[in-house]
């Protein structure tokens, strides 16, 4: 079993940054996939980034690609977002998910776990 706990949102004008980070705690070993994805509100559930534990590649979706920057420390089992240049249309709810098999940004209702989330606003 897996936990993930993220923090670190809050409220930014835009071009501003924030930092997620989210905690992993459990048979982290196992993972192969951990993603951020996003959900505002009347919004589906977007993915955001995702990096491959094993070999270390990353994916971001268009919208972000050159703003934000998702990396793990494997030491303190944490994965992180850095999110530069900020606009309102990054408000959402992020979520930190992770799975054991080699997953895409597409696919996030196949993800095994999830963290609480938090919440990012952006102000124009």
């Known amino acids: 079993q897996v936990a993930l706990v993220e923090s670190g949102g809050g409220s930014v004008q835009a071009g501003g940054s924030l930092r997620l980070s989210c905690a992993a705690s459990g048979d982290t070993g196992r993972l192969a996939s951990m993603a951020w994805f996003r959900q505002a509100p009347g919004n589906e559930r977007e993915g955001v980034a995702i990096?491959?534990?094993?070999?270390?590649?990353?994916s971001y979706v268009d919208a972000v690609k050159g703003r934000f920057t998702i990396s793990r420390d494997n030491a303190t089992k944490t994965l992180y977002l850095q999110m530069d240049s900020l606009n309102p249309e990054d408000t959402a709810m992020y979520y930190c998910?992770?799975?054991?098999?080699?997953?895409?940004?597409?696919?996030?209702?196949?993800?095994?776990?999830w963290g609480q989330g938090t919440q990012v606003t952006v102000s124009s």
């Open positions: 990096i491959y534990t094993k070999y270390g590649g990353t």
């Open positions: 998910a992770a799975d054991p098999g080699l997953k895409s940004l597409r696919a996030s209702s196949t993800y095994r776990y």
